[in-house]
């Protein structure tokens, strides 16, 4: 069985897609890079907690759930 060759506006969709997600991806790689990976699984920790105690209320949501998957990104960075 032969693979098809993936069509340029394919390629473009799925780049801008996944854009946002390489883009944390690449910063959570920066972020661990300059402090270490013991401080970065700190800060990941810290972020994970901050960010549960915003999401309790509605207003801190908005700023909890990204900080959340950050800290995700962040810890998943430092530990693999």
């Known amino acids: 069985m032969t693979k098809r060759p993936r069509s340029i506006p394919a390629r473009v969709l799925r780049l801008?897609?996944?854009?946002?997600v390489f883009l944390l991806w690449r910063l959570a790689t920066v972020t661990c890079n300059a402090i270490g990976i013991i401080f970065c699984i700190i800060v990941?920790?810290?972020?994970?907690?901050?960010?549960y105690v915003l999401i309790s209320t509605f207003i801190g949501a908005i700023i909890g759930i990204p900080l959340?998957?950050?800290g995700t990104l962040l810890l998943a960075r430092a530990l693999y």
């Not at 801008?16 to 946002?20: A, D, T």
């Not at 990941?44 to 960010?51: E, F, N």
């Open 16 to 20: 801008l897609l996944l854009w946002p």
């Open 68 to 70: 959340m998957i950050f």
């Open 44 to 51: 990941a920790l810290a972020l994970l907690g901050v960010g």
